[in-house]
């Protein structure tokens, strides 16, 4: 089988500094908690990676292995190899980059009564990078014993710079209104602005930016009352536009057979709920349940390439339901106290690629422990996946944008094995 080695050198440096001001305001009108503040970082990397290809044994702790061709007479007339490199250098980058980040932030938090809360904030950042990339190109290294040689990656000795300028702006608006002691509502609106290529050595020359940027809308109500509580969520969640990287269907071929960058969008939309129900006794039960719709929407591409075989698609490695339950009994014997409890998780299916084609089956898992305590010492006890479940908890979306050609994930990320922690710590 084939193998990969990769060699990867990285030297980083970062410094950052935060200077803020706070103010508590009693206006007559209520009152206001306010901070305004500056943030700033410098950060850079220098980095070198090689990669090399190597035919290999498929057994544990492999050895390289040497393809040889050979002449009707026994005669040994050359190598696909080069001591079990494929390649000599498949890959080969290095450069620097150099980063900076300025923000200027503030936030009020605004206590109308003692039941109408109202708060809000945001933040400004200024982005710049600098930098530059060794380039490369494709060379035949004249060895004529081996075929490892003849298309392998080197420096051409010329370098490309690099300049990048973003800026991004979040903020966030909510509400809390409590119409009793036990019950209460509340809203929030927020928008995150994340801008792309925050890491851009490698990339001469600098790509064209088109930042991410989502929408959150929330409303929830809050009930509690005694030891229990409930707290219900409706959400909905909008990335506007949404870059992502499949492959799409090429008129010209007749196949989806190029993989570029598409801009579209994606929304999920559900509701979640959280709560405890203390019971008689020592007992209690807390568990919380989402439901959702996540998918994807319009996608297009300045290529000419169509992307909307995933439209309407479940997103990658998001399930639409996922809820756990967690029973639990706590119980003293003088200044021992003991707390025993169980765990129950379900994840619905979920995909690993852009097209839904392959999918994550559904799994579910046990866990149970224990913790006592006595003065300052604490004894824990935690068993996971006490069943020995199997499940896959994610698959690899950097290598399965066409999916793996089948109905069901024949390699992922796996849920972990029954396993027992014990843990005991002191307070001084």
């Known amino acids: 089988m084939q193998a990969q080695y990769r060699a990867i050198q990285t030297d980083f440096y970062s410094t950052q500094g935060d200077l803020s001001v706070t103010r508590k305001l009693d206006t ?4 206001h908690d306010i901070r305004v503040g500056s943030y700033g970082s410098l950060w850079g ?90 380039l490369t190109g494709a060379y035949n290294l004249g060895d004529p014993t081996t075929l490892a040689d003849n298309n392998t990656r080197g420096f051409t000795g010329a370098i490309g710079t ?49 930042p991410t940027k989502a929408k959150l809308y929330e409303a929830g109500v809050k009930l509690a009352a005694g030891g229990s509580y409930l707290y219900v969520t409706g959400f909905y969640t909008k990335f506007d536009p949404l870059n992502a990287s499949f492959a799409g269907f090429n008129p010209a071929t007749g196949r989806a057979d190029v993989t570029t960058t598409f801009i579209g969008t994606a929304e999920t939309k559900g509701m979640e709920a959280d709560g405890r129900l203390r019971l008689p006794g020592p007992f209690s039960l807390a568990g919380s349940v989402t439901v959702q719709h996540p998918r994807y929407l319009n996608f297009s591409s300045n290529t000419g390439l169509d992307g909307s ?45 852009f097209f839904n084609s392959t999918a994550l089956p559904a799994y579910g898992s046990f866990g149970l422990g224990g913790i006592v305590s006595d003065g300052a010492w604490q004894v824990q006890v935690v068993g996971d996946n006490i069943t020995n479940a199997h499940g ?31 843990i005991v710590s002191r307070s001084w």
């Not at 996922?322 to 706590?330: E, Y």
């Not at 014997?333 to 994840?347: I, N, P």
């Open 392 to 422: 896959f908890t994610e698959g690899n979306t950097a290598g399965d944008r066409f999916g793996q050609g089948v109905p069901t994930a024949i390699f992922s990320r796996p849920l972990f094995g029954r396993n027992v922690r014990l």
């Open 28 to 31: 007559g009108f209520g009152t």
């Open 162 to 210: 690099l300049r990048l300028k973003q800026q991004a702006t979040n903020w966030t608006v909510g509400g809390n209104y409590d119409l009793s002691r036990h019950i209460g509502m509340y809203l929030r609106a927020s928008q995150l602005d994340v801008p792309q290529n925050t890491t851009i050595a490698f990339t001469y020359p600098t790509p064209a930016v088109v």
């Open 309 to 353: 075989r995933a439209n309407g698609k479940q997103i990658v490695r998001e399930p639409r339901l996922f809820l756990n339950v967690r029973p639990t009994a706590d119980v003293a014997f003088g200044a021992t106290k003991v707390s025993l409890y169980g765990r129950y998780d379900y994840v619905g299916r979920r995909y690993t690629d």
């Open 45 to 134: 990397q220098t980095m070198f990676t090689a990669y090399q290809n190597y035919l290999i044994q498929v057994r544990s702790q492999p050895r390289v292995l040497d393809l040889a061709a050979y002449a009707a007479s026994g005669a040994v007339l050359g190598y696909v190899t080069d001591h079990g490199s494929l390649n000599d250098a498949v890959s080969l980058n290095a450069g620097n980059v150099d980063g900076q980040l300025i923000a200027l932030y503030g936030t009020d938090s605004w206590d109308i009564t003692d039941r109408l809360r109202l708060d809000a904030g945001f933040r400004h950042e200024w982005y710049s990078y600098s930098g530059y990339d060794r």
